[in-house]
């Protein structure tokens, strides 16, 4: 149970002891880079640039890998602060099991920003979550070609919050990499390298293909390359990524003037005002959707190509290298070093890496308990409640059975034993039904009151009590001291072993307690902690579960370290006699 509970999606399948990410640095990594792109290998392969099959198959780059793109790795960091938001992405978003960082992270934004309040943060984002754990971050299509981020309340925001974070939780997007895509699966090649590479230059992989920035890199004694550049870009890559000369404003004009014929066709499709068509100018931005994406695709597709220039974070860097290491020795082609720059991260802080994963899901059960309904409080006091009712109403009845010769003490005690012949879930119904018709749902009463009398605690009490000294009792008599004296000054001293026994007992069945506890209190406020953790499954995975397991285990567990010799004696004491 412990060894599962700090493990993740990555690796809780492994039924190891210990967890291999634990000692091994190639399982870290794998794990790290699992969730910080969602688990999606074919994203990581096109930030890595690689072929990895299967997220457990990431491992850390080779010591001379390493060490030959390090002049790139360092200037790619004094590089990577000045790259738009727009070509970044925010990693270590929900992975299907549980949230990650980033959504944990933009969680406690929104508590931050609304004050805690959910039906403000509703309200402003027309959505109509339960509570902050359910709000969902926004999602991104970096490679898609006509998504860009809307101008919604949650969006405007999101993007705010995105730029305060760390450069590691938003990595930038290679369109190296997604050039190196078609070339493998669509440009016609049948994913041959050594066609591609009889065109486009020699390459260990389709990753180290280099998209050109514009016409004029490419040359025009290069047919086929040119094709294929065309083609990807009229067609394939993301709007974002393409800036259109000014020079083309004109050609822009008659292309609308041509499909739209009238300015006033033109204002109904954009909700504009305009009179006439000179007045339009060159979209600065593309939305993912309406009438300007539609038409600016089709522009693209006919605009010249000289026309047409890229402004891609990987050619920007590119030309940072070649302007700020001019003497300076490093792998050739450039590309964003991704790849080595998250070994970097994760080798260098592989310490407090681990550690976060050692806590990370009983963070999460914490947080889950302590911000859902009263638990806590709940639980607390039903336990206190049936502890002191247990130890009040069973000693008396064991009691009164072993002190006095009673003629229908063995009818009573058969009829103790007999409801230790029947599982409580039968007399559950019967006991709704009554707590019902008394009005006690929902109450303390309803929990603490069909428990209060046990016949396994009587039965276990009255063997302890006939066990004492009658000889005690007969000088107590002779001394003129009461029942009640007797019982409180005799008995109960006496009998601290086994009152300590009882109460475990009335201590475990209280707070493991859960069917019955949600039957009769089905109002969220009055779920004790079993209740809680059983609707935590409904949300997160078996990993979080058994972090939730080993933290309700907690209470148990101490409490039987700090009255085991008590309860020893209890159980070792009633033999002896």
């Known amino acids: 149970m412990i060894s599962t509970s700090i493990t993740g999606a990555t690796d809780y399948n492994e039924f190891r002891v210990v967890p291999r990410y634990v000692l091994d640095n190639d399982a870290l990594f794998a794990k790290v880079i699992d969730e910080k792109y969602a688990g999606d ?12 099959g299967k997220s457990d198959k990431i491992v850390l780059p080779t010591a001379e890998d390493v060490a030959a793109n390090e002049p790139v790795v360092a200037l790619w960091k004094k590089f990577e602060p000045t790259v738009d938001v727009r070509f970044r992405t925010v990693a270590y978003r929900d992975n299907g099991t549980h949230p990650g960082k980033a959504v944990t992270q933009y969680r406690n934004h929104l508590r931050e920003r609304f004050h805690d309040d959910i039906r403000a943060m509703n309200k402003e984002f027309t959505e109509e979550n339960e509570n902050f754990e359910r709000v969902s971050m926004p999602q991104e299509r970096p490679n ?5 981020p809307d101008m919604s309340a949650k969006m405007v925001d999101f993007v705010r919050w995105k730029r305060s974070l760390h450069s590691d939780m938003r990595p930038v997007y290679s369109i190296d990499s997604l050039f190196g895509k078609y070339l493998k699966e669509e440009a016609g090649y049948g994913g041959i390298l050594r066609e591609v590479c009889e065109v486009w230059g020699p390459a260990k992989g389709f990753g180290d293909f280099v998209l050109p920035d514009s016409l004029s890199e490419i040359g025009s004694q290069q047919p086929k390359r040119l094709h294929d550049w065309e083609i990807f870009v009229r067609e394939k890559l993301p709007f974002r990524y393409i800036a259109v000369k000014t020079s083309a404003r004109d050609g822009y004009i008659q292309f609308l003037e041509k499909k739209y014929h009238s300015i006033a066709k033109y204002n109904t499709a954009y909700s504009r005002n305009l009179s006439r068509f ?12 309406g009438a ?3 038409d600016w695709g089709e522009f693209l597709k006919q605009v010249p190509l000289d026309k047409i220039t890229l402004n891609t974070p990987d050619s920007k860097f590119r030309t940072f290298v070649k302007r700020n290491a001019a003497t300076a020795k490093y792998v050739v082609p450039v590309h964003i070093p991704s790849y080595y720059t998250d070994a970097q991260t994760v080798i260098s802080n592989s310490s407090s890496i681990r550690r976060f994963y050692f806590g990370r899901n009983y ?19 039903y336990c206190a409640l049936v502890v002191l009712i247990t130890l009040i ?37 019967p006991n709704f039904l009554l707590l019902k018709q008394l009005g006690l749902l929902n109450t303390f009463w309803a929990l603490v009151l069909p428990g209060a009398a046990n016949g396994f605690s009587i039965f276990l009490l009255k063997g302890f009590f006939d066990s004492l000294p009658k000889e005690l009792y007969e000088a107590g008599i002779l001394d003129g001291a009461s029942e009640s004296r007797m019982f409180l000054n005799l008995t109960i001293p006496l009998s601290r072993p086994i009152f300590a026994v009882i109460a475990l007992q009335a201590f475990t069945g209280a707070y493991g307690a859960f069917m019955f506890a949600l039957v009769v209190c089905q109002n969220p406020r009055m779920w004790t902690l079993m209740v809680w953790l059983y609707e935590l499954q409904s949300d997160h995975p078996i990993y979080v579960m058994m972090a939730g397991l080993a933290v309700a285990a907690i209470p148990t567990l101490i409490i039987f370290i700090f009255a085991q010799n008590i309860i020893m004696r209890g159980i070792i004491l009633p033999q002896e006699k």
């Open 393 to 429: 109403v069973n000693p008396l009845c064991a009691y009164a059975l072993s002190r006095y010769s009673l003629s229908y003490a063995h009818s009573v005690m058969l009829f103790m034993l007999a409801t230790m012949a029947f599982p409580a879930e039968v007399a559950m119904i």
């Open 41 to 52: 290998i074919d994203l990581i392969n096109s930030y890595y640039r690689s072929s990895f």
């Open 144 to 148: 898609r070609r006509s998504w860009a």
């Open 278 to 289: 000179d007045e339009i100018s060159l979209p600065s931005a593309i939305p993912s959707e």
């Open 292 to 294: 300007l994406n539609v």
């Open 363 to 381: 963070s999460i059960v914490l947080g889950y308990i302590l911000l859902h309904g009263r638990s806590l409080v709940v639980t607390v006091i």
